[in-house]
């Protein structure tokens, strides 16, 4: 019988929270998207170029 009320008390303070969130707008939620999105392009080209300079490197000592 404890467990349920412990749960009780989990589950009321979770819907006590959720009325204190503050939720973004759509338009807000399309840009923080497209920011996203454009950081992890940067980031993935950086690392492919970083990858390639690498890569040349080892084969000038290979050779």
Do not use: Q
């Not at 080209?45 to 040349?56: E, K, M, P, S, T």
């Amino acid at each position: 019988m404890e467990k349920k009320g412990k749960t009780g008390t989990f589950l009321k303070g979770v819907k006590a929270e959720m009325r204190k969130v503050i939720w973004p707008s759509k338009k807000d939620l399309t840009n923080y998207t497209l920011v996203v999105i454009g950081i992890s392009v940067a980031v993935a080209a950086l690392v492919y170029l970083i990858d390639l300079g690498i890569g040349a490197l080892f084969k000038l000592f290979i050779k």
